[in-house]
């Protein structure tokens, strides 16, 4: 099993298309933020047991992250989690669970978020594209080629 | 790999840890908290002052937090060619701009809420050790502040 996490929501609508509207998008956006910081609640509690005094913690809660992806259909949030043992330097995090209980831990999140948010993130969108409801341009994307990443750093 | 990355690092929120601790330690889930939330605020700027004719750049966007014993954040974007994005009528990029520009929006109060609840840490690791705890590792393994609220079920 891939040790990464990956949790993909798409949203999708017949006869929708192209990028959404700044209003529609703050929708998902909101969303975004409310199911990223979800998981970061509940992704806490752990015991560290053995680990050295001076060894790093939390260091998969510090790893997840979100992306919202709203430029073409069908529209994705991507929850993900790609932390690295300290040690090994290897994934780990689809294996993390609770003592006595072998269901890996993000599992056992995607299905709530998925019960629990998911329809009310659904039923919101939908309500904010009926008030807006209007033909839609399509859009194409236009691949510009590729430049070296770039680095700034910031110190405060 | 194009797009860019800024990492932030809040050399002077290490310094008053090192003052107050010996060390630059682990930051507790509560410090993780604030760092969290100013981060993610960093963002919602960046991405609300974006321009929005930029196709797949607006969407691109994403922060992680530094690893120990950094403190900070990384403010990134992969899409191809958001490091060259600029307002019309202006040739410096975004990235070189509006990004260092919301950084400093937020710092001065990243910076005194991270630091008091680096006190309050500090604090509580005395009383425990005064007590006969184990100072720190009493306050970083357990659960810290409060737990995420139940999720309503929709409908």
Known sequence: MPANVEVTTTIGFEDLDGRLRDAERAVLARFERKILRYVRGEWTGWTYKGRPKNAPRNVSYRAWKSTLQTTQAPYSLDVTNEARDYRAKQPYVAYVHRSGDPTPEFVKLSERIAADIVPEMAAAFAAEIRRTLEPRPRKKLRSRGTTPRVTRSLER | MAGFDVPVRYRSVERHMEAVHGSVR???????????TYAARVLDDIESAWPVDTSTSRDSFFYTLLDYPEI????SNDADYAEWIHYAGDDTPLVESLVPEVVDRYSDALIAALTSAIDRTEERVRVSEESGG?????IISRR???RAPEVARAG
Request: glycine share 14%; proline share 4%.
């Open chain 2, 134 to 138: 184990r100072g720190l590792l009493d």
């Open chain 2, 72 to 75: 900070g954040f990384v403010i």
């Open chain 2, 26 to 36: 682990d930051l507790t889930l509560d410090e993780l908290d604030i760092l969290d």
């Open chain 2, 144 to 146: 810290v502040g409060p």
